[in-house]
């Protein structure tokens, strides 16, 4: 069965750059058939897609936070990661990792329990 | 301020059938498949219905999705204690490309 577990720091200051990485068990990162993505929820409110990646790199960012994100993917260890930049409070959220079939007809088929991560000072 | 709108509550009582609706725009819903999710209190969200009307694996046929040009709706019948949730709507949208959620509809079973 398909398990997915963030990992990251819980706490980090303003302006800060930190990494959440997503381990993949029960399948293959590495398989043609899926994305793998995160999305975000900040404490009280809804849901925000932050990007995707293929297994090949590909990858696909929400517009708004496009010139801070970046995701990248480790088949080797069969992980994949988040790096969001300038990180302010406004960025406090749980973060979940999630596989998704297909993009444009596509849907995210299994998540995470998802790692809350605090901006503060 | 979300692409797609849903209403940002919903009850009914126990038994009942209730519709939560989610309005888009020919970018996301009115080119693409939409899908709902269901969050429990305290959970990660859950895949319920996707392509529009495909039950997940598991989901009762209590619940079930329609589009109709621009807008989708998920239905719940035979309402039950358990089905109170947050649920959220979800498409890609073309002028974004990238995936949009709905702002999420909180249902109460009183």
């Known amino acids: 069965q398909l398990q997915l577990q963030e990992s990251g720091p819980g706490l980090v200051k303003p302006s800060e750059t930190p990494s959440l990485t997503c381990t993949v068990s029960g399948g293959s990162i590495s398989s043609s058939s899926y994305y793998w993505g995160w999305i975000r929820q900040p404490p009280g409110k809804g849901l925000e897609w932050i990007g995707s990646i293929y297994y090949s790199g590909k990858t696909y960012y929400n517009p708004s936070l496009k010139s801070r994100v970046a995701i990248s993917i480790d088949t080797s260890k069969n992980q994949f990661s988040l790096k969001l930049s300038s990180v302010a409070a406004a960025d406090t959220a749980v973060y979940y990792c999630a596989r998704e079939i297909g993009l444009l007809t596509g849907f995210i088929q299994n998540w995470g329990q998802g790692t809350l991560v605090t901006v503060s000072s | 301020q979300s692409v797609l709108t849903q209403p940002p509550s919903a009850s009914a009582t126990p038994g009942q059938r209730v519709t939560i609706s989610c309005s888009g725009s020919s970018s996301n819903i009115g080119s693409n498949t939409v899908n709902w999710y269901q969050q429990l209190p305290g959970t990660a969200p859950k895949l319920l219905i996707y392509?529009?009307?495909q039950r997940s694996s598991g989901v009762p046929d209590r619940f079930s999705g329609s589009k109709s040009g621009t807008s989708a709706s998920l239905a719940i019948s035979g309402l039950q204690s358990e089905d109170e949730a947050d649920y959220y709507c979800a498409v890609w949208d073309d002028n974004l490309n990238g995936r949009v959620f709905g702002g999420g509809t909180k249902l109460t079973v009183l």
């Open positions: 392509s529009n009307n």
